[in-house]
């Protein structure tokens, strides 16, 4: 398949993960538009040793630095799928050499050697600038061959990522492209076929994925690529999985691995075993799916693909609770929320949507640039016309020339100097919120450090007494009741110290409505009653007639009753009482808890919302306190439109009164 700009593809298909599909529709540009030839069962990506050594030797050969920026570009080529580290290295050392010596080319194909890399280690962020960038220097330089091959690539990423309107619309442009080329296999057009089967799978519709699919294995079946026929095998048995038909699936699963170990594809290979350990596993054969399964793990590890380690934890984890070892299952369970949570995040989909924005802002400011320029040269033929017929409307021109350049300074230097002062003042706004930053990350770290540290000490030191097995029944259960004691204490803890820093860092948006805070205080109070009851305090609601209906965030209000009600328990002793009265006003509802308990100190209690002191101490049964539970509450109160202040008296007790707005008022929503 020989063309001006020769381009071919590797990998084609949409599988069980959603990085599967950016991984196997990956497409390589013929360095310097050459031809380049493949072996049928072979493929540039099979990276053996000896070829990579031949490589590494040329380079001490080569006298050229285009000649050094190629041989870096094929051997992270031959890298891809076998080791995502070393694939990335040498990409990177392609891309550096070709910017320094301004070789274009070379910086589109680095470019594209980078993409491929981090995809393979699941930075999405990072593949789709890298493939930007390359999509952006193609179209720059007229690259028609290697523009509709970063098209299907970028296109495979959004698809992945369950943005199917840009999928669609990268597909068709790479589809044009693909439909131009002297091609009548039409191989060009078998990433496009898979790329929509993986739309129609993304949506649900399983169907539609297989026959697009399966058009896609009769184009394989055509010019017999191996990987092709692989690849399009395992999409048809995905979506029979998905189908819970699970014996066809498996037919074509089993055939596709076949194909792949004789083709040496040990990517290929890793996916079929993930694959086979699922329906092993809906078949019952939980045998042969943990066998699959760390086939599996061991496989995707060398490539370093982690959104396929990923499945292979969550296959073990399934299979070793199903047959009752749930020791191993919980281990894997463990390992597969832990790598879950470093490669879903939203900051990665906001910056993928920020750089895609700012390559459409840059394309059309590259239309309007060159509009301006045409334009610029239309109006100096046209002085240049004037300038000849008439030498006095010439001198004119200039003198009106020269005053309007110096207006034009003098209006610049003015919105200069504007735009200086507006800089400086923002800057001294930045500063003061870094100091307020710095503050609530040293808050954070304070507690972490102290308070967080002590419970999970205190907790393990338990686990190792009743690991020890040397108690008797009775001891045994008294430390497992200490146990839970702890953990609901630190789990409190953690709920309030991630609330209130993500009030301090990102700021939280209240999501009020009507609802009946009489409920609300109902149903705190039964949950504070067993808490309550182990310390002998008893936890009573004033009889309310009637619902209160206020307006706020009914989560947010929830956890302010649920702190101060915490709070009047912990720092009650035997024999005393919490209560929970409300009002209702026109314009407010008043809550109160009151109690009997131990009190605040005077000079303590400028210290309580506070947020530059930290004050804490200890409960009436030394239940340890952080000192954000009251933080929190005067946040949420806050930005739910109310006020919150407390009375207290040392030795006598204290009640804690907020309010909330009992009508909506568009004045009073927080914005």
Request: aromatic content about 8%.
């Amino acid at each position: 398949m020989k063309k001006t700009e020769e381009y071919f593809r590797i990998r084609g298909c949409a599988i069980l993960l959603q990085f599967r599909l950016y991984t196997k529709c990956i497409i390589i540009y013929g360095i310097l538009g050459c031809a380049v030839n493949i072996v049928p069962g072979t493929l540039p990506c099979q990276a053996q040793p000896d070829r990579i050594n031949t490589q590494l030797k040329k380079l001490d050969k080569v006298k050229h630095d285009t000649d050094r920026v190629n041989i870096y570009y094929t051997i992270s080529r031959l890298y891809w799928s076998r080791n995502a580290d070393s694939a990335l290295f040498m990409a990177q050392k392609s891309l550096d050499l070709a910017k320094k010596i301004h070789y274009e080319k070379g910086i589109a194909l680095g470019y594209l050697a980078e993409g491929v890399a981090l995809g393979y280690k699941g930075d999405w962020p990072g593949a789709l600038a890298s493939h930007l960038q390359c999509l952006r220097i193609s179209e720059k330089l007229g690259m028609e061959g290697l523009t509709g091959n970063e098209y299907n690539n970028i296109a495979g990423l959004y698809t992945s990522m369950e943005d199917y309107s840009k999928a669609l619309y990268y597909n068709q442009q790479g589809y044009k492209i693909a439909m131009k080329q002297n091609d009548p296999a039409h191989e060009g057009t078998f990433s496009l076929l898979v790329n929509i089967g993986e739309i129609f799978k993304k949506k649900g519709q399983p169907d539609s994925a297989i026959a697009y699919n399966s058009r896609a294995l009769v184009i394989a079946k055509k010019v017999k690529n191996p990987i092709y026929l692989a690849a399009a095998m395992y999409n048809i048995a995905e979506n029979y999985i998905t189908k819970k038909e699970y014996r066809l699936a498996e037919s074509y699963l089993l055939k596709a691995l076949d194909i792949a170990q004789k083709a040496s594809d040990d990517e290929d290979v890793a996916y079929c075993h993930s694959g086979l350990a699922l329906t092993s596993y809906y078949t019952g054969k939980y045998s042969s799916s943990m066998m699959y399964a760390q086939r599996g793990l061991e496989e995707s590890r060398r490539s370093g693909i982690a959104e396929l380690i990923q499945t292979a934890y969550n296959v073990l984890y399934l299979t070793h609770q199903k047959i009752g070892n749930y020791k191993e299952a919980l281990y894997y369970r463990n390992l597969e929320v832990a790598l879950n949570d470093s490669l879903k995040t939203e900051q990665r989909l906001k910056t993928i949507r920020n750089m895609q924005s700012a390559y459409e802002l840059e394309k059309k400011e590259q239309e309007i640039d060159l509009l301006n320029k045409n334009k610029i040269i239309g109006q100096k033929e046209l002085e240049k016309v004037r300038l000849k017929r008439d030498i006095l409307t010439a001198g004119t021109i200039l003198l009106m020339l020269i005053a309007f350049v110096l207006l034009r300074n003098y209006i610049q230097k003015r919105k200069l100097s504007e735009q200086l002062a507006l800089k400086n003042e923002n800057i001294s706004e930045q500063n003061l919120h870094l100091e307020e930053l710095v503050h609530v990350k040293d808050r954070l770290f304070s507690i972490i450090g102290h308070d967080l540290r002590g419970p999970i000490h205190t907790i393990s030191h338990m686990m190792e007494i009743i690991k020890e097995k040397s108690l008797s029944e009775e001891e045994n259960d008294y430390w497992i009741e200490k146990i839970d004691e702890t953990l609901v204490i630190t789990s409190g803890l953690v709920e309030n110290l991630l609330y209130w820093a993500k009030s301090q860092l990102d700021g939280i948006q209240p999501n009020p409505a009507n609802f009946d805070l009489r409920k609300l205080i109902d149903q705190n109070v039964m949950l504070m009653k067993q808490r309550a009851a182990e310390k002998k305090v008893t936890i009573t609601g004033e009889e309310i007639a009637g619902p209160i209906i206020v307006y706020g965030d009914e989560t947010m209000i929830d956890i302010v009753i649920r702190n101060l009600m915490e709070n009047a328990v912990k720092f009650s002793k035997a024999g005393d009482r919490v209560t929970l009265t409300a009002k209702k006003s026109e314009a407010f509802a008043i809550l109160k808890i009151q109690d009997n308990g131990k009190g605040i100190p005077e000079e303590s209690q400028s210290k309580i919302f506070n947020k530059y002191t930290s004050y804490t101490t200890f409960g009436t049964a030394s239940e340890k306190g952080s000192g954000l539970g009251l933080l929190l509450c005067k946040e949420l109160v806050e930005r739910n439109n109310g006020t919150i202040w407390f009375e207290s008296t040392a030795g006598i007790g204290s009640s804690f009164y907020f309010t909330v707005p009992s009508v909506k008022n568009e004045e009073l929503v927080a914005i």
